[in-house]
């Protein structure tokens, strides 16, 4: 059974930074497209960036190429998204997706994924 278990998540400070840890099981993420993506309460879940099988890397948000960065560690079978100079709208609830369609692309649809993770909280908060 694929399951996707994101860690790394808790209360900053705006201006600070977090590190999300997505780790799989039973799913390679070398090979395959991961995305990050996050939903505030109240709002739609949107992307925020994808990484392809072959690493190259998409963000939905142009403001967020300076901020945001994600990278694997093929050996824990992890893949991270490190955030930094977090602001207040960066609070949500931020899920792994795995198990894309084409996994030698990035993507930033949703629909594109089959695999989910449960969600590690993210506040921003002074």
């Known amino acids: 059974q694929v399951q996707l278990v994101e860690s790394g998540g808790g209360v900053v400070q705006p201006g600070g930074s977090l590190r999300l840890s997505c780790k799989a099981s039973e799913i390679t993420l070398a090979t395959d497209t991961v995305g990050w993506f996050r939903q505030a309460p109240g709002k739609e879940r949107e992307a925020v960036m994808s990484?392809?099988?072959?690493?190259?890397?998409?963000w939905k948000k142009v403001r967020d190429e300076g901020r945001f960065a994600i990278s694997r560690d093929n050996a824990k079978n992890t893949v991270y998204l490190q955030m930094d100079n977090l602001n207040a709208d960066d609070t949500a609830t931020y899920y792994c997706?795995?198990?894309?369609?084409?996994?030698?692309?990035?993507?930033?649809?949703?629909?594109?994924?089959?695999?989910w993770g449960q969600g590690t909280q993210v506040t921003v908060s002074s």
């Open positions: 990484i392809s099988s072959g690493g190259g890397k998409a």
């Open positions: 997706a795995a198990g894309a369609t084409e996994p030698r692309y990035t993507s930033v649809l949703a629909e594109d994924y089959s695999y």
